[in-house]
């Protein structure tokens, strides 16, 4: 090393070359203890919780042939397919307008609109659902609303329609910002051509706008899919048991039954169905870091 | 271009929408200062009795100090971690770099639910449950992928000409990292560091398959007292959780914009 030769010390190449090597492995090694917490108590668990779903208490598909045959497990599995899809439903219907709204407005506006999505969704998920709770009891304030234009008092707590009013609150933001997402990359001369081409707004709306902002819709509608499918805390406190969900029913099989042969083959279901819809989002979005950076905020 | 009706619609519905995200949180703080003891809103007299009880009554206030404490464990351990991690991924390529992005990112897509019942069937084999160390094991899994996403996103809009330049000048790989890279990358790792303190203090799934009677968090706490009583101290539990998790994130972004006017 010492003796390098003139020619050699002269030329750049040397040293810029040799730097990315000697690099290329110190920081890999610090990745390490991340590495090994995670493998250790994240895919390790995981892995054998799968295992368990295949070998307990026999070696087999046992538990999952046995869960498909059963009629309460089918049950809530087709109500928390059903809740996922009107709570999905909801949000878009909710999240197309203010997104929209979002990419008209000024500067100012934007920052509040954005705000308003963002505070709620990094707010404990806990003091949210407890707000819920207040909110739909029998003498809560929607029972108010409810009464006031004549609909109501009817009973909110503890049933699906208030599970999913309260679950549609929580899930908005991951609705919203793909939406906003597509929206801001749109040209709004296209929308502008086609009206000078002849079309009505509402033609140029359907037949330019909305195709092209159905890409943000498909994405936010599977996280808030995927999110809907595993949710349990908002479920479990303004639900009840006799509703319960697919999370609240791997939650019985655990702590009351014990079973985690059972318990493990529901997980491993509901996480291959998350899977193959997040890889769905990946391949329509492409984008990544926004929905990703997204998924972690519900703490479900 | 599109008519003025149209527009004040849309305005009054993203006003409703806008109240609907906002307002249900807000209701929890006239409730904590309510001197009844009903969730009754809105309150028909008012006190500092349910501030008195969280913060006194210990299986309150004991939750709330271990929440704190394993929040800033949780904290110091996952961004001293995520950030090596970040910082090995982002100047390393190797096969199989893809497979170990995806490890760092799968505790934010994998269900809550299933997390929790995997890390209990394995803590309970190990025998973590109930233990300071399987809350801080299992709360870290959570939150190094908020450091690794933030630092990542740091690292990624970063000058190498700056580390070079530093090298070029003698400075040994030690010293440049100290002196050019981190003070750059700082409010990456600051903000992951709030995210990682956030997702702790906040976490109820995992959190309630890892807890014990003698060792619970506040969020924990906080689901018990839903199910099995009603008892406005949650209130003000809900209350002091906004404001902390508010001004830190307030916190997290105006560093956030510091970093984009650096």
């Known amino acids: 090393m010492v003796s390098v030769s003139p020619a050699k010390a002269a030329s750049p190449p040397v040293p810029v070359a040799a730097r990315p090597r000697r690099g290329a492995r110190a920081p890999l090694l610090l990745a390490l203890p991340a590495v090994v917490v995670l493998a250790v108590f994240f895919v390790v668990p995981a892995a054998r919780l799968a295992w368990l779903s295949v070998s307990t208490p026999e070696l087999g598909l046992g538990n999952y042939t046995g869960l498909a045959s059963d009629g309460v497990v089918v049950t809530v599995v087709l109500r928390t397919l059903g809740m996922a899809a009107v709570v999905t439903v909801l949000c878009v219907l909710c999240a197309y307008p203010y997104a929209y709204l979002m990419t008209i407005v000024g500067a100012r506006w934007r920052a509040v609109l954005t705000a308003l999505v963002l505070l709620p969704f990094w707010t404990s998920l806990m003091a949210r659902t407890f707000a819920w709770v207040v909110l739909l009891q029998d003498t809560g304030v929607v029972n108010g609303l409810l009464a006031a234009i004549g609909l109501g008092p009817t009973r909110l707590l503890g049933t699906t329609a208030g599970v999913s009013i309260a679950m549609a609150q929580v899930m908005l933001p991951f609705m919203v910002l793909p939406v906003y997402a597509a929206m801001r990359g749109i040209d709004r001369r296209l929308v502008d051509a086609a009206m000078g081409l002849g079309a009505t707004p509402v033609a140029a709306f359907l037949r330019v706008y909305l195709p092209l902002s159905l890409r943000g819709v498909a994405a936010g509608a599977t996280l808030v899919m995927v999110l809907s499918l595993g949710f349990y805390v908002t479920p479990s406190l303004v639900g009840s048991p006799q509703q319960s969900m697919l999370a609240q029913l791997i939650s019985v099989q655990v702590n009351q039954l014990v079973d985690f042969g059972a318990a493990g083959a529901l997980a491993v279901t509901l996480l291959l169905v998350t899977l193959v819809l997040v890889a769905g989002v990946q391949r329509l979005t492409r984008t990544g870091g926004a929905p990703v950076g997204l998924v972690g905020g519900a703490g479900s | ?262």
């Open chain 2, 1 to 262: 271009m599109r008519s003025v009706g149209l527009r004040r619609a849309l305005v009054a519905i993203g006003i409703l929408i806008g109240a609907w995200l906002l307002v249900p949180t807000l209701i929890v703080i006239p409730i904590s200062f309510s001197g009844e003891d009903s969730f009754a809103f809105p309150p028909s007299s008012w006190s500092l009795r349910h501030y008195r009880t969280f913060f006194t009554e210990p299986s309150w206030l004991n939750a709330l100090l271990i929440s704190i404490q394993l929040a800033v464990i949780v904290t110091v351990v996952a961004t001293l971690l995520g950030t090596a991690a970040a910082f090995a991924l982002s100047r390393t390529a190797f096969r199989g770099r893809g497979a170990l992005n995806a490890m760092f990112l799968a505790p934010l897509i994998v269900p809550g639910i299933v997390v929790a019942v995997a890390v209990y069937a394995a803590f309970l084999q190990w025998g973590l449950i109930g233990t300071p160390l399987g809350f801080i094991v299992a709360h870290t899994v959570l939150a190094i992928p908020f450091v690794t996403v933030n630092v990542g996103a740091a690292l990624g809009g970063f000058d190498r000409t700056l580390e070079r330049a530093a090298a070029s000048l003698g400075a040994s790989s030690v010293a440049t990292f100290r002196g050019v890279t981190l003070p750059l990358i700082m409010p990456g790792v600051l903000s992951g560091a709030v995210f990682a303190f956030v997702t702790s203090f906040d976490e109820v799934v995992v959190s309630m398959f890892v807890q014990s009677p003698q060792l619970q968090t506040l969020p924990v706490r906080m689901f018990t007292s839903v199910t099995n009583e009603v008892d406005p101290t949650i209130a003000a539990a809900s209350t002091v959780v906004i404001t902390v998790t508010t001004a830190l994130l307030t916190l997290a972004a105006t560093m956030r914009r510091s970093r984009r006017h650096a």
